[in-house]
Nanobody
Framework: QVQLVESGGGLVQPGGSLRLSCAAS????????MRWYRQAPGKERELVAG???????DYADSVKGRFTISRDNAKNTVYLQMNSLKPEDTAVYLC?????????????WGQGTQVTVSS
């Protein structure tokens, strides 16, 4: 079974840092774009950052200069380094990937990891 599994969330004080990981497991022919989204209570899901299979990146304005997305293609893993965290960064963070399984293209979602920024 192909799936995405996130890890690295937790409770951190304002100004602190966390590193999220999302690993794809199962038989996958290739992984194209990978992304991190977040959803706070009562708010719509928001695209935080994305990275192409060639390493091109894009960020939401709210996280530019603080968050860095990266990937390790050998490990089928995407990371999100979050620095200078703010209370408004509190949310469930979900990873997303466009994959090819045999000849079928699919978009996979992880189950999410909670990030709470609070003193």
């Amino acid at each position: 079974q192909v799936q995405l599994v996130e890890s690295g969330g937790g409770l951190v004080q304002p100004g602190g840092s966390l590193r999220l990981s999302c690993a794809a497991s199962g038989w996958i022919s290739s992984i194209n774009a990978m992304r991190w989204y977040r959803q706070a209570p009562g708010k719509e899901r928001e695209l935080v950052a994305g990275i192409t299979n060639f390493g091109g990146t894009d960020y939401a304005d709210s996280v530019k200069g603080r968050f860095t997305i990266s990937r390790d293609n050998a490990k089928n893993t995407v990371y999100l380094q979050m620095n200078s965290l703010k209370p408004e960064d509190t949310a469930v963070y979900l990873c997303n990937a466009d994959v090819t399984i045999y000849s079928s293209r699919k978009t996979l979602w992880g189950q999410g990891t909670q990030v709470t920024v609070s003193s």
